[in-house]
């Protein structure tokens, strides 16, 4: 939604805000559509937009990005990127993502895996699994 008017992030925001000072957990997704960021500055507009609103989250759906290019499903180059977005963003209580590589808009090679790294206190827990369905599991135990 923060791609979709100059305007919107600030209503992500604020949104954000609000469910956070009621008590909710907030989640965010890095979901990076070309066509909605193309005419307002491309990929660094829409990493500025996300800095800013991951400050509000709890929950981050997805990698900002990769350490390098790669052309295979490689797991260390996403662990990698994963352990970079906990470093730079420690409000962030659970990190989720799938290991992909984007071909376009209609194309992707997609790895068996989804990664959660979850931190509580100064642990960090970095899990393979095959089903999303582990979240579940996870959401619980930010409550706590």
């Known amino acids: ?28 997704d890095l979901n990076y559509r070309e066509s909605l960021w193309k005419d307002r ?9 996300n800095t800013r609103l991951i400050q509000k989250a709890d929950v981050l759906f997805g990698i900002e990005s990769l350490p390098r290019k790669v052309d295979t499903l490689d797991k260390e180059v996403f662990s990698e990127a994963l352990h970079s977005m906990q470093a730079r963003f420690p409000n962030v209580q659970l990190f989720v993502t799938t290991m992909r590589i984007v071909k376009d808009a209609s194309h992707n090679d997609w790895g068996d895996c989804v990664y959660i790294m979850v931190r509580f206190s100064s642990h960090v827990t970095i899990t393979t699994c095959r089903y999303l369905i582990v979240l579940v599991a996870v959401m619980p135990l930010l409550q706590a």
């Open 41 to 49: 500055g491309g990929r660094e507009a829409a990493n500025d937009c």
């Open 1 to 28: 939604m923060a791609a979709l008017s100059e305007g919107s992030p600030d209503v992500v925001e604020a949104a954000m805000t609000a469910a956070k000072n009621h008590g909710a957990i907030v989640s965010y």
